[in-house]
C-alpha cells in the first residue's frame, strides 16, 4: 500500500533514467544545485560535469536560469520526457553566463545540455 511497485509508471521512471545514464556519464557527475538560479524549493536539480554535462530534473514544468559561465563554444540541449520515454529533437545552445532553461511542457522533464 506505499510506492509505486512496478506499475507503469515506475517502469517510465526506469527506463527514462536508463536514457539518461546511458546519455552521459552520470556516475561521474555530483549534484550541483549552486548552479541553478530563481529556483524555487523542489521544482529542479542539477547533476553536472563542469564545462562538460549538464542534466537538471525539473519535477514538474517551471523554469530556471543556469550559470554557464564555465562553459566555451557551441552546446546542444536535448530535453527527456521522464513518463513517456521520449527525447525530444536536440537543439543548440551557446555558452552564455545564464541560460533560462523552461521545459517543454507540465509534467517531469530532464534537460541533458553538453558543451
Known amino acids: 500500500d ?25 556516475f561521474t557527475s555530483a549534484p550541483d544545485n549552486s548552479l541553478l538560479l530563481h529556483r524555487e524549493p523542489n521544482e529542479a536539480y542539477c547533476r553536472a560535469i563542469p564545462g562538460k554535462q ?5 519535477t514538474d514544468g517551471g523554469g530556471v536560469s543556469m550559470d554557464f559561465s564555465n562553459c566555451k563554444g557551441i552546446g546542444r540541449i ?3 520526457n521522464v513518463m513517456s520515454s521520449e527525447w525530444l529533437n536536440p537543439t543548440a545552445i551557446e555558452a552564455e553566463s545564464n541560460i533560462q532553461l523552461i521545459p517543454p511542457g507540465e509534467g517531469q522533464y530532464i534537460a541533458l545540455i553538453e558543451f
Open 2 to 26: 506505499s510506492g509505486l511497485g512496478l506499475g507503469e509508471e515506475a517502469q517510465s521512471v526506469i527506463k527514462s533514467m536508463r536514457m539518461l545514464t546511458d546519455s552521459m556519464d552520470f
Open 78 to 80: 536535448k530535453w527527456l
Open 54 to 58: 549538464y542534466a537538471v530534473y525539473f
